[in-house]
């Protein structure tokens, strides 16, 4: 089969590939037919990831058709379905709690050290992200293995077109549960830096769960009008100092709750930023913090923090003095994918929730490097690409 293959920074390519088989009772074989490009990508794009291996193929957001079962899988042959790009047993002790991407069991032994040496535990198994996530084969490819299927997919019922549910897979649920984590009360403002895929979906996600004023943050044009059309009011960090902008728009005590959608890939040039920028490039240092640090200066005495944002190790000069004399809580994690499903599938179908302003290009599989090229270098235009294996060439 044709899949889109690792080899080093900003090196990602179409290759010929074994196609995948089963290899356990609960495994399905999904034929893709649609597969998006996520900002996780990006950081295995920047060679910011560990544990990456040439050839490794890459994608967690992706949806098909299911071709293949084991004996223990609940799918039928013929049914679309959407897959959660974190991989869970759905028996073991966290998945009990719901706690999907805490799983034991979907990280084989031989990759877990990593994750015990940066995280004090196994990190658990995620599609096409590093053999420190157990190594499996992504989804942007012409089919993949899906290990228990009996808990992950969900299947879409005939109607809904696959550009309507394709982010169940990963950033709607992301966005989702970052507005949770915010415990919104009633009359709340909540700030939300970043308006990629997840700070977009999480300002709606925010809006929806009853927060009173959403205030979005980031450089992009374009991406800062898409946060004003879900109803945000916006900040262009490049034009004015976002903490002064905050307190200014909240009355001088800073928002309620504050959601960093940025990660550890922080553009701007701010000297924390720049410094974090030499040790990251140097080795000495691991993630780009400054929105982690503006968050936690920003954010009102007594709030919450929630970080869907990724970061990959040590952070350095995080304000643990503002976190702790201001009271903050926070809530932080990847996304417990499976929990949502449902629920967003149905505001999905009742039209509360629609998440096709997102895409701003359709490609076939075939052009994927060019997809991550341009995901990468005109982040204002290029909101989201997904991938369609099934397309020509020549569709483009
Ligand atoms: N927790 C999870 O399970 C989960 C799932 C999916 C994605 N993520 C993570 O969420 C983050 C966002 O993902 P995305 O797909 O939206 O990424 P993206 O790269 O498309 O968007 C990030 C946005 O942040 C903006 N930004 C950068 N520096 C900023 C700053 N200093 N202040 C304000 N805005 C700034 C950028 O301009 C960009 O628009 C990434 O770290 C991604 O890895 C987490
Ligand atoms: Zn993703
Ligand atoms: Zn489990």
Redo the contacts with the bound molecule.
């Keep these: 089969m044709r899949a889109l293959t690792w080899h080093g920074k900003h090196d990602v390519r179409m290759d010929t590939v074994p196609d995948p088989q089963i290899v356990n009772p609960r495994d399905a074989i999904i034929k893709i037919t649609s597969t998006a490009i996520?900002?996780?990508d990006?950081?295995l794009y920047d060679s910011m990831i560990p544990s990456m291996e040439k050839g490794d193929i890459l994608g967690h957001e992706f949806m098909g058709e299911v071709v293949e079962t084991g004996p223990g899988s609940t799918l039928q042959k013929g049914q679309r379905v959407v897959v959660p790009f974190v991989i869970a047993c759905g028996k073991c002790f966290h998945c009990e709690k719901q706690q999907f991407s805490g799983c034991e069991n979907s990280n084989p032994a031989e990759t877990q050290d990593l994750g015990e040496i940066a995280y004090g535990t196994a990190m658990t198994g995620l599609f096409g992200y590093s053999h420190m996530t157990g190594g499996y084969a992504g989804g942007q490819a012409e089919y993949v293995r899906v290990p228990y299927s009996d808990v992950g997919p969900i299947v879409i019922p005939d109607g809904l077109e696959d550009d309507k549910v394709l982010f169940l897979s990963?950033?709607l649920p992301?966005g989702w549960m970052a507005a949770e984590n915010c415990q919104i009360e009633p009359g709340d403002t909540v700030a939300v830096?970043?308006?990629?895929?997840?700070?977009l979906f999480a300002i709606q996600s925010t809006l929806i769960q009853g927060a009173h004023k959403v205030i979005a943050?980031?450089?992009?044009p374009h991406?800062l009008e898409l946060a004003k059309s879900l109803g945000a009011q916006v900040i262009n960090?490049h034009e004015v100092k976002v903490r002064e902008a905050l307190m200014a728009m909240t009355g001088g005590i800073g928002p309620d709750a504050c959601i960093d959608?940025?990660?550890?890939?922080?553009?701007?040039f701010s000297i924390d930023n720049v410094v974090d920028a030499v040790k990251v490039a140097t080795r000495l240092g691991t993630d780009r913090a400054?929105?982690l640090r503006e968050v936690l200066m920003a954010c009102r005495t007594g709030g919450r923090v929630s970080i869907?944002?990724?970061y990959g190790g040590m952070g350095d000069k995080i304000p643990i003095g503002a976190l702790m004399e201001k009271g903050l809580q926070i809530r932080t994690?990847?996304?417990h994918v499976q929990k949502y499903l449902r629920p967003l599938l149905d505001l999905i179908g009742e039209g509360v929730i629609d998440t096709t302003f997102l895409i701003s290009h359709r490609l076939p599989l075939e052009r994927a490097p060019d997809g991550y090229k341009m995901f990468k270098e005109n982040?204002d235009e290029v909101t989201k690409v997904v991938l369609k294996p099934e397309w020509e060439k020549e569709a483009a």
């Design positions: 996520c900002g996780s990006l950081h990963d950033i992301t830096w970043g308006c990629g895929p997840v700070g943050i980031d450089h992009h991406r960090y959608a940025v990660g550890m890939e922080s553009h701007g400054h929105v869907p944002g990724v994690g990847q996304t982040q």
